[in-house]
């Protein structure tokens, strides 16, 4: 067998799930507060208030 027991593996798991699934959640907060998307951001809150549908796909 390999030095590797269940107990470990699974901290281990739980360990890195953790730090990937943080550090993901910072990449995302970041892209969407990133002053370059504002515009964007600030054009798709006000798209379900607006009345005309033929805009709501842009290529």
Do not use: C
């Amino acid at each position: 067998m390999s030095g590797l027991s269940y107990e470990a593996v699974a901290r281990f798991a739980q360990q890195g799930g953790t730090v990937y699934f943080a550090v993901l959640f910072v990449a995302v907060v970041i892209y969407a507060l990133w002053p370059r998307h504002t515009e964007t951001f600030k054009r798709l809150a006000a798209l379900p208030l607006e009345d005309n549908e033929d805009n709501h796909v842009q290529p």
